[in-house]
T-cell receptor
Framework: DGGITQSPKYLFRKEGQNVTLSCEQN?????MYWYRQDPGQGLRLIYY???????QKGDIAEGYSVSREKKESFPLTVTSAQKNPTAFYLC?????????????????FGSGTRLTVV | GQSLEQPSEVTAVEGAIVQINCTYQ??????LSWYQQHDGGAPTFLSY????GLEETGRFSSFLSRSDSYGYLLLQELQMKDSASYFC???????????FGAGTRLFVKA
């Protein structure tokens, strides 16, 4: 079955450490996104990518970095510059945003990675 | 600015009908979407309104009025499994960013 796989499900980071969250999709979707969710809050966009080798900053990109070397993969690195990284991270994808009818199918989300600073 | 407002919590009894409202401050967007998220899980897409009016999908219906900058999600014949958070979302024209509301936590009581 097609879907998005995020790993690991739980991740613990020490102060000053960089960590990378994996996101893989087999939906043949062009666009991929990273969102951060804090308790009791909505989703905030970190980065998004519309095509391979291209990505754009979202609303809260500081302290994060991404790459999009393959259509299927969009890993997120949480760097030591991110001072408050403890949160639930969600990866999502959609088919090409320029394609008619895309909105009607919404985003497909992965099951998330819960990152905790220890 | 661009923002969506939802009530933080709603409580209803099993078998009842509940309406979750979403008001927005923006112009030029493609439509209003709704997502469901159970605790610790991923959001799942429920519905999308491109045009004004009511869209029905089983027990769930969603409504949009662009003139009133308002939409809602209607859940009928509530079940315990409907206890979850519900988010409204819009994507703005001229961009590729979707904005999500803060979510409404629905508690269904027996």
């Amino acid at each position: 079955d097609g879907g998005i796989t995020q790993s690991p499900k739980y991740l613990f980071r020490k102060e000053g450490q960089n960590v990378t969250l994996s996101c893989e999709q087999n939906l043949n979707h062009d666009a991929m996104y990273w969102y951060r969710q804090d308790p009791g809050q909505g989703l905030r966009l970190i980065y998004y990518s519309q095509i391979v080798n291209d990505f754009q900053k979202g609303d809260i990109a500081e302290g994060y970095s991404v790459s999009r070397e393959k259509k299927e993969s969009f890993p997120l690195t949480v760097t030591s510059a991110q001072k408050n990284p403890t949160a639930f991270y969600l990866c999502a994808s959609t088919s090409s945003l320029g394609r008619s009818g895309t909105e009607a199918y919404g985003y497909t989300f992965g099951s998330g990675t819960r990152l905790t600073v220890v | 600015g661009q923002s969506l407002e939802q009530p933080s919590e709603v409580t209803a009894v099993e078998g009842a009908i509940v309406q979750i409202n979403c008001t927005y401050q923006t112009s030029g967007f493609y439509g209003l979407s709704w997502y469901q998220q159970h605790d610790g899980g991923a959001p799942t897409f429920l519905s999308y309104n491109a045009l004004d009016g009511l869209e029905e999908t089983g027990r769930f219906s969603s409504f949009l009025s662009r003139s009133d900058s308002y939409g809602y999600l209607l859940l009928q014949e509530l079940q315990m499994k409907d206890s979850a958070s519900y988010f409204c979302a819009v994507r703005y024209t001229g961009g590729f960013k979707t904005i999500f509301g803060a979510g409404t936590r629905l508690f269904v009581k027996a």
